[in-house]
């Protein structure tokens, strides 16, 4: 469960859109079943910023293939053949996108039978991921906390369709943090999800621990962005003492 600690890292953050809570559920969580309008699964992540709710959805809830990526349904003869993604002109061939299908990160087949969404101020469960869309300044500050420890490497895989299955399902499996940015995805841009530009950023549970420590710890601002003169003047005696590492070895820095 999230600590009024986390949530008030994730306040603070001053996010465009509220960070949303995901769990994915073998029994019937506690929450409402979604009422109302069926939707694709990119879109009950934006119903729950929306509304600020918790709700849960099925299979029968997904208008689309985000259940598929989840192991909620199989993979559908049609689209899986890659009639869809060519259909759409997404690719040459069919056989072209049916690579995707080939490689498609799917979570065990018939074990998630329920999605929890919840605005993550408000979660009172142990999610799996943490939802995250941001712009450039909140963005930089979420993906630096995901690597402040660990040193881990930025990644973004995905597809241009079935971008859910990278954002929900491939992190989970990995344990990796995952990013893409809004307007060059199918699904997302037809269905006018967000405006072009955001970063969408999904962190799973493995990474937690480490990414709310990175974010109580670190500066948020960085030490080379700031514009007073006492952080002007320490960042240079820290310049200056790299010039003395360097001499002590016969070398030099290059860095200004």
């Known amino acids: 469960?999230?600590?009024?600690?986390?949530?008030?890292?994730l306040t603070k953050l001053e996010l465009p859109y509220p960070c949303i809570a995901?769990?994915?559920?073998?029994?019937?969580?506690?929450?409402?079943?979604?009422?109302?309008?069926?939707l694709a699964y990119c879109q009950y992540v934006k119903h729950a910023q929306d509304t600020g709710e918790k709700f849960y959805i099925t299979a029968d809830d997904d208008a689309?293939?985000?259940?598929?990526?989840?192991?909620?349904i199989d993979k559908p003869p049609v689209t899986a053949s890659g009639q869809a993604g060519y259909d759409f002109g997404c690719y040459k061939t069919p056989l072209g996108c049916q690579q995707l299908y080939q490689k498609l990160p799917v979570l065990v087949p018939h074990t998630v039978n329920y999605v929890m969404f919840c605005p993550a101020e408000k979660c009172d469960f142990d999610p799996d991921l943490l939802f995250f869309i941001a712009d450039l300044p909140q963005a930089d500050i979420i993906m630096r906390a995901t690597s402040y420890i660990s040193g881990d490497l930025w990644e973004s895989k995905s597809s241009p369709v079935i971008s859910c299955a990278w954002m929900y399902a491939y992190p989970i499996i990995s344990g990796k943090v995952n990013h893409i940015t809004t307007g060059f995805y199918h699904g997302l841009k037809r269905r006018k999800a967000y405006p072009a530009g955001l970063r969408m950023i999904s962190v799973p549970f493995q990474k937690f621990d480490e990414f709310f420590a990175a974010l109580?710890?670190?500066d948020w601002t960085l030490i080379a962005f700031r514009e007073d003169e006492e952080s002007k003047a320490d960042l240079q005696r820290r310049m200056d003492h790299w010039q003395e590492m360097a001499r002590a070895v016969g070398s030099e820095v290059h860095l200004h």
């Open 64 to 72: 689309c293939y985000g259940k598929m990526s989840l192991g909620m």
């Open 1 to 9: 469960m999230l600590s009024d600690e986390k949530k008030a890292l």
């Open 216 to 218: 109580k710890e670190m």
């Open 22 to 38: 995901v769990k994915f559920c073998f029994e019937v969580p506690d929450a409402p079943h979604y009422q109302g309008e069926k």
